[in-house]
T-cell receptor, first 117, second 114 residues
Framework: DTEVTQTPKHLVMGMTNKKSLKCEQH?????MYWYKQKAKKPPELMFV???????INESVPSRFSPECPNSSLLNLHLHALQPEDSALYLC????????????????FGNGTRLTVT | DAKTTQPNSMESNEEEPVHLPCNHS???????IHWYRQLPSQGPEYVIH???SNVNNRMASLAIAEDRKSSTLILHRATLRDAAVYYC???????????????FGQGTRLTINP
């Protein structure tokens, strides 16, 4: 079992639908991440939040809209997606690093498998 | 982002040691070397990390070359459960707001034969 919980596990949506992916952790982590993973490919970083504020956006299209309503929750709002957006969406969290020498591994959830029809 | 190069795939036998290589010739002096693995149908999980010295933990050992241009993840006695994709990542220490930027490379798919 993972300490980062993602819901739903599977989602099928049409190109005109609006849906949201949810991620929750209770480890006290104040950094949270969204990754996208296509089949047989490595995870690709999408967004990074630090203290509930967006700190990195890797030039992700605006049809993906992240939200961090509090320190335990991370959402990814989806609207007008394309079939090529079908992928496994992974959420992760970690402690904030206060110095270069520190390390805090990322804890990943098992992902939401999204299919866009 | 500094780049890593790993073999696409490797195969080993159960209960034998496995050495997974990683080249990172453009590594900077402040880049930490991280290893994660991804078991089938799961998210990635942290394995080990290091800067200059060799490191051991309950999962594996990390051997880092003296010039830091390469490293090797060592699984001392592989089990079937170790079959996974192993990623070698250089963590960017230019941290924005205290979060980390981990950029995954292609990784090595490790197969363990019974």
């Amino acid at each position: 079992d993972t300490e980062v919980t993602q819901t739903p596990k599977h989602l099928v949506m049409g190109m005109t639908n609006k849906k949201s992916l949810k991620c929750e952790q209770h480890m006290g982590h104040r950094a949270m991440y969204w990754y996208k993973q296509k089949a047989k490919k490595p995870p690709e970083l999408m967004f990074v939040y630090s203290y509930e504020k967006l700190s990195i956006n890797e030039s992700v299209p605006s049809r993906f809209s992240p939200e961090c309503p509090n320190s335990s929750l991370l959402n990814l709002h989806l609207h007008a997606l394309q079939p090529e957006d079908s992928a496994l969406y992974l959420c992760a969290s970690s402690h904030i690093l206060r110095a270069r020498a520190y390390n805090s591994p990322l804890h990943f959830g098992n992902g939401t498998r999204l299919t866009v029809t | 982002d500094a780049k890593t190069t790993q073999p696409n795939s490797m195969e080993s036998n159960e209960e034998e040691p496995v050495h997974l290589p990683c080249n990172h010739s453009t590594i900077s002096g402040t880049d930490y070397i991280h290893w994660y693995r991804q078991l089938p149908s799961q998210g990635p999980e942290y394995v080990i990390h290091g800067l200059t010295s060799n490191v051991n933990n309950r999962m594996a050992s990390l051997a880092i070359a003296e010039d830091r241009k390469s490293s090797t993840l060592i699984l001392h006695r592989a089990t079937l459960r170790d079959a996974a994709v192993y990623y070698c990542i250089l963590r960017d220490v230019s941290i924005k707001g205290g979060a980390q930027k981990l950029v995954f490379g292609q990784g090595t798919r490790l197969t363990i034969n019974p």
